[in-house]
C-alpha cells in the first residue's frame, strides 16, 4: 500500500526566506507526483505537476523536484511571501485500472512571517 | 479555475439520516472522485467515476455509494449517517487526454464541511 509522508508537518519562516518542503513515499511505482496548495477551508490548487520520467518542474518562484527511485520530491520556495502561507500537499498518482488514483500526504502547514 | 461546484457548503445531520452531496462539473470531464478529508489522514478517495454509469470503489468506501447519470453530476449518498463520517468532502475532476487519466492533475472543488451529531 503506497504511503505518502510530509516533513516538516508545520514551518514558520520570515518573509525573503528561501524553503524546501519535504515528499516521501514508499512504491515507486507511480505515474506522476503533485503538488497542491490547501488554504484555511477551501479546495486544493494544483500547483505542480511531473510526470515520473521527468526530474523537476517549475512554476515562477517553486521548484519541484522528483527523485523516482529513492522515492522522494522536493518543493523549493523562493523568495518567501506572506501569501505562500498555507498548507501545501503532495500526491502521487498511482493506478486503479480504470482511472487515475491519487495517494496525498497529510501537508505542510506554512507560514511565512513579516 | 476548473468549474465544479459541490452542494451543500455545508450540512449538519444526525446520526442514522441519509444524506446526498452533489457534485456538478462544468468542464465535461470524463473523470470525477470524491475524497474525504480528515485531520492526520489527508485525503483518502472514497469512490471514483470513469464514465456515465461507470464507478468504483476507493479506499474507505465503506457506508458510501455514489451514482453519475449525467456527466456533470456525481452523487454521494451516506445511507445512514454516522458521527465517524463527520468530514469534508471533495470532489475532484480530471480529463483523459492521449496519456490517459493518469498524466493529468484532478482539480478540485471547493468542498462540502459535513458535520454528524
Known amino acids: 500500500k503506497q504511503e505518502v509522508t510530509q516533513i516538516p508537518a508545520a514551518l514558520s519562516v520570515p518573509e525573503g526566506e528561501n524553503l524546501v518542503l519535504n515528499c516521501s513515499f514508499t512504491d515507486s511505482a507511480i505515474y506522476n507526483l503533485q503538488w497542491f496548495r490547501q488554504d484555511p477551508g477551501k479546495g486544493l490548487t494544483s500547483l505542480l505537476l511531473i510526470q515520473s520520467s521527468q526530474r523537476e518542474q517549475t512554476s515562477g518562484r517553486l521548484n519541484a523536484s522528483l527523485d523516482k527511485s529513492s522515492g522522494r520530491s522536493t518543493l523549493y520556495i523562493a523568495a518567501s511571501q506572506p501569501g505562500d502561507s498555507a498548507t501545501y500537499l503532495c500526491a502521487v498518482t498511482g493506478d486503479t485500472g480504470t482511472a487515475s488514483k491519487l495517494t496525498f500526504g497529510t501537508g505542510t502547514r506554512l507560514q511565512v512571517t513579516l | 479555475d476548473a468549474g465544479i461546484t459541490q452542494s451543500p457548503r455545508h450540512k449538519v445531520t444526525e446520526t442514522g439520516t441519509p444524506v446526498t452531496l452533489r457534485c456538478h462539473q462544468t468542464e465535461n470531464h470524463r473523470y470525477m472522485y470524491w475524497y474525504r478529508q480528515d485531520p492526520g489522514h489527508g485525503l483518502r478517495l472514497i469512490h471514483y467515476?470513469?464514465?456515465?454509469?461507470?464507478?468504483d470503489k476507493g479506499e474507505v468506501s465503506d457506508g458510501y455509494s455514489v451514482s453519475r447519470s449525467k456527466t456533470e453530476d456525481f452523487l454521494l449518498t451516506l445511507e445512514s449517517a454516522t458521527s465517524s463520517q463527520t468530514s469534508v468532502y471533495f470532489c475532484?475532476?480530471?480529463?483523459?487526454?492521449?496519456?490517459?487519466?493518469?498524466?493529468?492533475?484532478?482539480?478540485f472543488g471547493p468542498g462540502t464541511r459535513l458535520l454528524v451529531l
Open positions: 467515476s470513469y464514465g456515465v454509469k461507470d464507478t
Open positions: 475532484a475532476i480530471s480529463e483523459e487526454l492521449a496519456g490517459g487519466p493518469r498524466q493529468e492533475t484532478q482539480y
